[in-house]
């Protein structure tokens, strides 16, 4: 500023400050963009959540059947719903857990492509930014973590949400649990009102044939978490006005499948990928299509015009298979 002297040159400067303000603005605004595109008629994925245990709780079996699994699937990549590492994500990049929940678990050759992943709220409890840190991707070059992201396959585009600052009892009843809100407070609602800007947007630009979104926390879920209120609230009237077909999130330690009566949305749930059991749930929930309390993950196979998802046990036995089609809507 110092070189605005004259009237007209203030005039202009202001104008560049202005200029560079919107441009600091609308690049912040923006989610990151990654295109992953896939030279095949078919796009093929697991997905697996709330798993980070050091093998414990059949992190192990889960590990060795998404590996027989994927060894036949081929999958272009691998997504994490979040809950990566228990019980407060990692202490550093560091950390010898992202070896022993990790790189020493997924070990098959299989498994070695791109893994996608989201942050949960347990990850939270950690140091968050270790989790970003492209020091994590030079140790073990499968992994990558962004806080909100799009990955665009061409036939599909994920868009990975970041949920657990939605979440309103980590801010105001945390417990004896600490957060990692390093970015997020204290303008948590200008962050999570730009979330919801960019992710609007963002759906209503795409022109892939299939759209998915990605988080951590539930929309719907007949088990112990039940839904979030706060993402019912605030992402699904964007969810269903963007014409999304498919969510998919962890949270609760299980996989399920719900459908919703007033759209076309369907609610996936893998967050089976080590402690499960839980024993508390509502099989009366609405729209309920499939529900397994244990361990598992989940596979999808998309083209032009079918989806295909399948959930895996820990014997690598299928446990339910759901598929749609839009041949008979394309025109
Ligand atoms: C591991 O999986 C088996 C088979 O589903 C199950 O019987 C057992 O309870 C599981 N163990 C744990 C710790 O969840």
Redesign the pocket.
């Known amino acids: 500023m110092a070189a605005c002297s004259f009237n007209r040159s203030m005039a202009l400067c202001l104008l560049w400050s202005a200029t560079l303000a919107l441009c600091l603005v609308s690049s912040l605004a923006n989610l990151h963009r990654i295109n992953h595109p896939v030279n095949s008629d078919s796009l093929r994925i697991l997905v697996v959540g709330d798993w980070g245990r050091k093998g414990h ?2 992190q192990t ?1 889960v590990a060795d059947q998404m590996g027989k699994v994927a060894e036949e699937l081929d999958p272009a990549f691998i997504i994490s719903t979040g809950d990566n590492f228990y019980s407060n994500g990692l202490t550093g990049t560091d950390d010898p857990q992202f070896e022993e929940s990790f790189s020493k678990i997924y070990t098959a050759k299989s498994l070695q492509k791109q893994w996608y992943n989201v942050l949960g709220n347990h990850d939270y409890r950690g140091d968050v930014e270790a989790q970003l840190s492209p020091v994590l991707n030079k140790l073990d070059k499968k992994w990558f973590c962004m806080r909100s992201f799009i990955v665009n396959t061409e036939l599909a585009e994920f868009f990975f949400i970041d949920t657990p600052p939605f979440v309103d009892k980590y801010f105001t009843h945390p417990g004896d649990d600490t957060y990692d809100w390093r970015g997020i407070t204290p303008s948590r609602q200008e962050y999570l009102s730009n979330i919801k800007k960019d992710l609007d947007s963002a759906l209503k630009e795409s022109t892939a044939k299939w759209k998915i979104v990605v988080g951590h926390h539930t929309l719907r879920s007949a088990g112990q978490h039940g839904d979030t209120i706060e993402l019912v609230k605030e992402l699904l009237p964007i969810l269903k006005a963007d014409d999304v077909d498919l969510y998919i999130n962890g949270h609760d330690h299980l996989v399920q499948h719900i459908s919703s009566r007033d759209s076309k949305l369907q609610y996936f749930t893998s967050g089976g990928g080590s ?3 839980r024993g508390d749930y509502d099989l009366k929930k609405e729209g309920l299509k499939f529900f397994y309390d ?2 598992g993950f989940m596979t999808v196979e998309i083209t032009e015009t079918d989806a295909e998802l399948i959930f895996y ?2 014997f690598g036995k299928v446990l339910y298979k759901w598929s749609v089609s839009k041949a008979y809507t394309a025109i």
Do not use: E
């Open positions: 709780y059949n079996l402690k499960a059991w244990g361990q046990d820990v």
